[in-house]
């Protein structure tokens, strides 16, 4: 299994440009999640989803778009870049819903200039 | 909301010491994990610990939930080198859809 997957691991984006982040599991994994990290504020959750068809915000969600049409992909998107934006970016993937383990992606660096 | 606090925020320690990093919550913590983060990558899951008084270890690196199930300590035997990194708490929110609320993390450092 390659776990979670995460692509591109870094990215230069100039304000108001738009991309997508991408975030694949191998594991059948219903619970998937985008988490943003920030020195000094830790790991925020933005959006997660617990199963194909069915996303919910986090805590953070303006500014960030989320579908899951399948079980394995989990893609985020930046609508409008901002250099608010600038973070280290996670997916996470679990079996289920509480009590289970979440297993990270390597994470993606953006940069929003 | 639930908040952790995680004690101290970036230790020093010479190799060979023991090092003891808290994870303290304001409510009752009904699932606690522990990751481990390298900089530049993505967080290893540790361990995770659901009941009060449970311990758990893993080669030299042991992690308790108190009685009360408010706070969480991750103590390392004889430390290496290989553990530097940044040390996450994470737990339940409490709510239906098992998300986690993370700790701000504790950056370890390890002279050789």
């Known amino acids: 299994n390659a776990g979670v997957t995460q692509t591109p691991k870094f990215q230069v984006l100039k304000t108001g440009q738009s991309m997508t982040l991408q975030c694949a599991q191998d594991?059948?994994?219903?619970?998937m999640s985008w988490y943003r990290q920030d020195p000094g504020m830790g790991l925020r959750l933005i959006h997660y989803s617990v199963g194909a068809g069915i996303t919910d915000q986090g805590e953070v969600p303006n500014g960030y778009n989320v579908s899951r049409s399948t079980t394995e992909d989990f893609p985020l998107r930046l609508l409008s870049a901002a250099p608010s934006q600038t973070s280290v970016y996670f997916c996470?993937?679990?079996?289920?819903?509480?009590?289970?383990?979440?297993?990270f992606g390597p994470g993606t660096r953006l940069l929003v200039l | 909301s639930q908040e952790l606090e995680q004690s101290p925020q970036s230790l020093i320690v010479q190799e060979g010491k023991n090092l003891t990093i808290n994870c303290t919550s304001s409510k009752t913590l009904y699932g606690l994990y522990w990751y481990k983060q390298k900089y530049g990558e993505g967080l290893i899951f540790l361990m995770m610990?659901?009941?009060?008084?449970e311990e758990k270890s893993h080669e030299k690196i042991t992690a308790k939930l108190d009685e009360k199930k408010q706070q969480s300590s991750l103590h390392i035997t004889a430390s290496q080198p290989s553990h530097a990194g940044i040390y996450l708490c994470g737990a339940d929110d409490g709510g239906s859809q098992g998300n986690l609320i993370f700790g701000k993390g504790t950056k370890l450092s390890v002279k050789p």
């Open positions: 594991m059948n994994h219903e619970y």
């Open positions: 996470a993937s679990s079996y289920g819903r509480g009590g289970e383990t979440q297993y």
């Open positions: 610990l659901q009941k009060g008084g």
